[in-house]
């Protein structure tokens, strides 16, 4: 889904949640927001998507202080929630699956779309700390095989 320049990555997303679906919203940001998240300083720990009014917002993700920034911008402001911009089907969409059992929506990553700063979410469901486990193995056997093929010039 990403088709633009990638600004920042939730790294732990994929790792603590299975993804069911994916979707690239457009982001209310004010234009220093827009300036640190150039420079790579968005945080995405503990946020996540919630509908309030019939608009999402995303909660609880942090945007750092731009480097040329004055010092009269308040800290607090670095958490704000911030609007998405989604079309009403979408919305509808969103509502729906959030409301199920276990279902939750964590931004994935900011991505640059022509000269636009987008935000890539998912409807995720938490993984067992079992099924982290056994990805990790997958992942260290498929990293074992490709060190043996390597070694044996295959």
Same mark, same amino acid.
């Given at each position: 889904?990403?088709?633009?320049?990638?600004?920042?990555?939730?790294?732990?997303?994929?790792?603590?949640?299975?993804?069911?679906?994916?979707?690239?919203?457009?982001?209310?940001?004010?234009?220093? +927001?827009?300036?640190?998240?150039?420079?790579? /300083?968005?945080?995405?720990?503990?946020?996540?998507?919630? $509908? &309030?009014?019939? =608009?999402?917002?995303?909660?609880?993700?942090?945007?750092?202080?731009?480097?040329?920034?004055?010092?009269?911008?308040?800290?607090?402001?670095?958490?704000?929630?911030?609007?998405?911009?989604?079309?009403?089907?979408?919305?509808? +969409?969103?509502?729906?699956?959030?409301?199920? /059992?276990?279902?939750?929506?964590?931004?994935?990553?900011? $991505? &640059?779309?022509? =000269?636009?700063?987008?935000?890539?979410?998912?409807?995720?469901?938490?993984?067992?700390?079992?099924?982290?486990?056994?990805?990790?193995?997958?992942?260290?056997?498929?990293?074992?095989?490709?060190?043996?093929?390597?070694?044996?010039?295959?």
């Amino acid at each position: 889904m990403k088709k633009g320049k990638l600004l920042a990555k939730n790294r732990k997303a994929r790792y603590n949640y299975s993804i069911e679906d994916e979707y690239l919203a457009g982001i209310v940001l004010k234009g220093y +927001e827009v300036k640190a998240i150039r420079e790579g /300083k968005a945080d995405f720990e503990g946020s996540y998507i919630q $509908v &309030l009014d019939e =608009n999402p917002y995303v909660v609880n993700m942090q945007i750092g202080r731009y480097s040329n920034q004055s010092n009269t911008v308040d800290e607090l402001d670095a958490r704000r929630s911030r609007k998405l911009l989604l079309n009403q089907k979408e919305i509808d +969409e969103l509502i729906s699956k959030i409301s199920q /059992k276990g279902k939750t929506a964590v931004p994935l990553a900011l $991505v &640059l779309v022509n =000269n636009n700063i987008k935000l890539e979410f998912a409807i995720v469901m938490g993984k067992k700390d079992y099924g982290k486990k056994t990805v990790a193995k997958e992942r260290q056997i498929q990293k074992d095989l490709a060190k043996e093929s390597k070694e044996l010039g295959i």
